[in-house]
Each structure stands twice: as structure tokens, then as C-alpha cells.
């Protein structure tokens, strides 16, 4: 039986639902919603920040206002310079994606309270995107035709090739999302907010015990190698959607050593970058333009058959 590997990136889940951010929009997240004005109208709310996510990282780190506003202004003064360094950068030229990841990795790894908050910060937006799908299942932003949607009827109805995935996401919308009929070997790279039994899809981020999720999810400077079962040696085909291709993601996580895949294919939205030429120099491997996931995917797994 042929064996063919799947590697998703942020692209596969904002595909599905718009709700998901990107690297570079989540970290904008964080810093919109890391804000420290209070209400200052309303008696009812004296003791509260305006924003659910301050209020929320006071009362489950055990802060009190004055430590709480602290924390948030060194934390947003690193966030905000790193941010605005790659705004600096994109006007220029295209600039390489930013991520929360990155600004942790160079600033804060070695304080582990800021590394403890940036994962919780990470886990309330995941949490609240999984939600919206789960709210908006028969609505406007969730696709029906989904590229999962597509997948599953091809693992239903499979008989000829094993599927395998690695996703560098920390949702559970794949898990979420297939078919209940369909068995499929998922390795998340970085970790997820933990498994549908134990953490609901359905519940909001305000609902949910956000600190014991994101325990679960590793940043960028705690990476370790894939397990061997999903090295990509051992599969005939393998193909990259929704993926930015960090080249340490690639060789460290990946454990992509060679100069030659053959057997790998990538898809690249709508144009092939510099940085896209220079992966598939440096991996030898096609990459490809297309906009829509589904037809990149399905092109390739029937061309590939």
C-alpha cells in the first residue's frame, strides 16, 4: 500500500474558517487585546480591565492590578517593537512572517513566567476560533465544501494508499472536522490545546481552564525532532499546504537533511515567492501556485496515484 504524508501549516485551518489567524495575525491579536484601561463608567466594573484576556490572565495568574498592569507594558513594549520592526521590513520588500514564537524565543525564554502567558495567550484565541466553527457550523464563514469535507470522502473510500499527518497547528479542527467513520495517524508538531475528549471543541475560551491547555503546546525555542514514524523517508509521497516553510521548522522539526525530495510537493498561495524559489533550491522539491487548498491537495493525490 502507498503511503503518503500530509504537512499542514496556519494556511489548511484560515482556509476553513477565517476566524483562525495566521502567525503574523495572531501576534497582532495578542497585542490589540493586551491592553490595561479599566472601566472607569461603571461601579459594577470598577475592578475590571476592558479586556476579557487581561482580566482573565489576572485572575488565573493570581495578580493583582498593579502587578498585572506591570507585566502587560514590558510584555506589550517587546510585543509592539517587534511588530513595527516588521512593518519596517515589509515596506521595503516582503518580509518573512513574525509569530509570537519568535518574539518569546529572542526576549523571553529564559523568564518563564512571560513564556507561561505567551502559550496562555495562544490557547484563548485557538480556543475562541474552535468555538466560532463550532457557533457558525451552518453559517457564512465556515466553508461547507471544506477541504476536510473533501478528504474524508477520499479516506472513506481509500483503498489503495495510507494517509499520515503533521500539522505545526495547535487546533484540533482536522480531529474535529473529519469524518467519525475515519482513522488517521496526526502528529501535531508543536503540541495542541489537548484532545476533543478532554478539552470540548464546542466550549468558549472564557469557559474553559485555559492554563491546563496551554501547558500542552510547545513555541518555537522548545521544537524537538517529529517521532520516526513520520519522517519523510518512509513515505512515498508527501505534500505541504498551508505551510510557510521556516527553514529550522524544516531541517530541525522535519529533520530535513538533504538537498533532494523528490517525493515531496508544496503549494504556495497564488505565487511562488523568492523565499519559495530559494526552498525549493535548497530541498529540491516543487512548489506550487494555487488558490484553493482543495484543488492543490486532490490534483496531486490523483496525479500521484
Known amino acids: 500500500m502507498k503511503r503518503t504524508l500530509l504537512i499542514l501549516g496556519a494556511g489548511v485551518s484560515t482556509d476553513i474558517h477565517r476566524g483562525f489567524p495566521t502567525g503574523n495575525e495572531l501576534i497582532q491579536l495578542i497585542d490589540v487585546h493586551l491592553i490595561t484601561t479599566r472601566y472607569v463608567y461603571s461601579e459594577s466594573k470598577m475592578d475590571w480591565y476592558i479586556s476579557p484576556l487581561v482580566n482573565?490572565?489576572?485572575?488565573?495568574?493570581?495578580?493583582?492590578?498593579?502587578?498585572?498592569?506591570?507585566?502587560?507594558?514590558?510584555?506589550?513594549?517587546?510585543?509592539?517593537?517587534?511588530?513595527?520592526?516588521?512593518?519596517?521590513?515589509?515596506?521595503?520588500?516582503?518580509?518573512?512572517?513574525?509569530?509570537?514564537?519568535?518574539?518569546?524565543?529572542?526576549?523571553?525564554?529564559?523568564?518563564?513566567?512571560?513564556?507561561?502567558?505567551?502559550?496562555?495567550?495562544?490557547?484563548?484565541?485557538?480556543?475562541?476560533?474552535?468555538?466560532?466553527?463550532?457557533?457558525?457550523?451552518?453559517?457564512?464563514?465556515?466553508?461547507?465544501?471544506?477541504?476536510?469535507?473533501?478528504?474524508?470522502?477520499?479516506?472513506?473510500?481509500?483503498?489503495?494508499?495510507?494517509?499520515?499527518?503533521?500539522?505545526?497547528?495547535?487546533?484540533?479542527?482536522?480531529?474535529?472536522?473529519?469524518?467519525?467513520?475515519?482513522?488517521?495517524?496526526?502528529?501535531?508538531?508543536?503540541?495542541?490545546?489537548?484532545?476533543l475528549k478532554d478539552f470540548k471543541f464546542d466550549e468558549n475560551n472564557n469557559s474553559v481552564n485555559l492554563k491546563v491547555g496551554a501547558q500542552k503546546i510547545k513555541l518555537i525555542h522548545e521544537r524537538e525532532p517529529i517521532p520516526d514514524r513520520f519522517s519523510i523517508e518512509h513515505f512515498d509521497s508527501c505534500m505541504f499546504a498551508g505551510f510557510g516553510y521556516d527553514e529550522k521548522n524544516m531541517r530541525e522539526t522535519l529533520k530535513m537533511n538533504h538537498s533532494q525530495y523528490p517525493n515531496c510537493v508544496g503549494m504556495a498561495y497564488q505565487e511562488i515567492t523568492e523565499h519559495h524559489q530559494k526552498v525549493m533550491g535548497d530541498f529540491g522539491f516543487v512548489i506550487q501556485p494555487w488558490n484553493s487548498i482543495s484543488a492543490f491537495l486532490f490534483t496531486n493525490l490523483y496525479t500521484n496515484k
Request: charge should be negative.
Open 56 to 195: 482573565r490572565i489576572k485572575e488565573d495568574f493570581g495578580m493583582d492590578f498593579k502587578q498585572t498592569t506591570e507585566f502587560v507594558h514590558c510584555f506589550k513594549r517587546k510585543l509592539w517593537a517587534k511588530i513595527q520592526d516588521w512593518y519596517y521590513e515589509n515596506f521595503h520588500r516582503p518580509a518573512e512572517p513574525i509569530s509570537i514564537d519568535q518574539l518569546i524565543a529572542e526576549e523571553f525564554k529564559e523568564e518563564p513566567l512571560y513564556v507561561e502567558i505567551a502559550k496562555y495567550c495562544i490557547a484563548y484565541f485557538i480556543k475562541g476560533a474552535e468555538h466560532g466553527i463550532f457557533r457558525d457550523k451552518n453559517g457564512v464563514y465556515l466553508k461547507q465544501n471544506h477541504w476536510i469535507s473533501e478528504f474524508s470522502k477520499v479516506l472513506e473510500t481509500n483503498t489503495t494508499t495510507e494517509f499520515s499527518v503533521i500539522t505545526f497547528n495547535y487546533d484540533r479542527v482536522l480531529e474535529y472536522l473529519l469524518s467519525s467513520t475515519v482513522r488517521l495517524d496526526i502528529h501535531h508538531a508543536y503540541g495542541s490545546i489537548g484532545e
